[in-house]
């Protein structure tokens, strides 16, 4: 019989988002008729912009002609998306980034754990908690972490604190870590980050020869004038911090699948024996060997939310979520509970009535109003007491939702 990898025993639950499917099963099962708004996993619900809809049309009938037909494209991305995107994300901000450092990829969740594979397994490493769980669960999987606790928390992790007294930006670690995850707009909290708290973590990094992976996947969804939407912005930043971004909550591409990581050539790791090597060698490596690029046409799609149509389009569904929030947030605070974020990003998050348990008032809000949101203590020790609700969603369903808490709460 096969050996499996241990490290997956030492999952403490199922991922997160899978678990509140099933238990979203097992109530419909009993309650067939009962209409559910889904506001837990945060999934687009508006159709695509009509701009990717006919770049993707073309690039199908190009492949349909012997003249025009593509067969593997380059691992990393088409250039003309590679281009399109440090023209249009990176230097309108001053920010220094090369075509040939950014890599399309299907998803920012996948590049978030498929760069674990250029990292060594001893580093120490240190999340936000509450935490997007795929960078916690990755780590587990890839061996990086000890035993779960009590409370679920991994050995070996070092967690970084957010609550609503230091506003969910964390406090520089106590002590030297080797990787850092950084998520602004945050998901799940919906906090961001200044200008001078970036800085504070490349310094940080600079100094401790720490490289940030920086999770900006909600970075459009700044309102805010002054804070940044990359990490690029702070001066030092390429030499250690890799990005993350995404066009699933942009352009709505949750099902289409498109995203890209920028990974600078002046980022350095370094090996057993203390020589510095280049990160973006060994992610182009690992690129070539393990992945064989995102399908022509949706890269198509991608290109197109550049196109002056395509910026309105997307826009325009970025402020409709944000309307929602904006709904949401003021519905939830009218009813007296405690709620933040909301504003610079597609999440509401909301402190339970009556110090409930995260997942007592997920089972309640179901039950009682038929409403899904995620449990807040899914995403670490410091959600729990909290829940969240994803602004993605129709109008419509936004409405009635908020209705339905207002006669359960
Ligand atoms: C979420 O709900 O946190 C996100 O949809 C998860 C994801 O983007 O993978």
């Known amino acids: ?46 159709p695509l912009p009509p701009a990717c809809v006919t770049a993707m049309h073309n690039a199908v009938d190009e492949l ?58 001893d580093n120490s490493i240190a999340v936000m908690d509450p935490v997007y769980p795929i960078y916690v669960d990755t780590n587990v999987m890839a061996g990086h972490t000890g035993d779960a606790d009590a409370s679920g928390e991994y050995g070996g992790l070092t967690y970084l604190r957010c609550n609503p007294e230091n506003n969910f930006t964390p406090d520089l670690p106590g002590k030297s870590v080797n990787l850092i995850y950084l998520c602004f707009p945050n998901n799940p909290t919906g906090a961001v980050a200044s200008k001078q708290t970036l800085a504070k973590w490349v310094d940080y990094a600079r100094s401790n020869d720490a490289i940030i992976l920086y999770d900006a996947a909600y970075e459009a969804y700044i309102t805010d004038p002054a804070i940044p939407h990359s990490i690029y912005e702070i001066p030092g930043a390429r030499d250690v911090a890799i990005e993350f971004r995404s066009f699933s909550k942009t352009a709505g591409f949750t099902g289409v699948r498109c995203a890209y990581t920028v990974v600078p050539h002046t980022l350095m790791g370094k090996s057993k024996d203390g020589q510095q090597v280049s990160l973006h ?8 060997t393990k992945f064989n690029g995102v399908f022509y046409a949706v890269q198509r799609g991608a290109e197109a939310t550049y196109s002056p149509e395509g ?3 997307v826009r325009a569904l970025v402020d409709f979520y944000l309307a929602n929030a904006k709904i949401i947030r003021e519905s939830l ?41 995620t449990p807040g203590s899914g995403f670490g020790k410091s959600g729990e007491g909290f829940f969240r609700v994803s602004a993605f969603n129709s109008r419509e369903n936004v409405l009635e939702a908020m209705q339905r808490l207002k006669r359960c709460i």
Not at 95 to 101: F, M, Q, T
């Open 311 to 313: 910026k309105q389009q």
């Open 281 to 288: 060698k060994l992610w182009n490596r690992r690129h070539n």
């Open 64 to 121: 349909a002609r012997r003249e025009t037909f593509r067969g593997y494209g380059p691992e990393q991305g088409y250039d003309f998306l590679r281009e399109a995107i440090v023209k249009n994300d990176y230097l309108p901000r001053s920010c220094e980034v090369a075509a040939d450092e950014v890599f399309i990829s299907d998803g920012s969740k996948c590049d978030g754990g498929n760069i674990l594979d250029i990292f060594a397994k």
């Open 1 to 46: 019989m096969a050996y499996i990898n241990d490290n997956f025993l030492k999952l403490k639950a199922g991922y997160l988002f899978p678990e509140i499917a099933r238990r979203v099963k097992v109530f419909q099962q009993s309650h067939a008729d009962a209409k559910i708004i889904r506001m837990g996993i945060g999934d687009v619900t508006e």
């Open 333 to 373: 605070t009218q009813l007296g509970l405690k709620s933040y974020g909301g504003v610079n990003a597609p999440y509401v998050w909301v402190q339970t009535p009556g110090k409930a348990s995260s997942w007592d008032f997920f089972d309640r809000l179901l039950n009682e109003t038929h409403v899904v949101t």
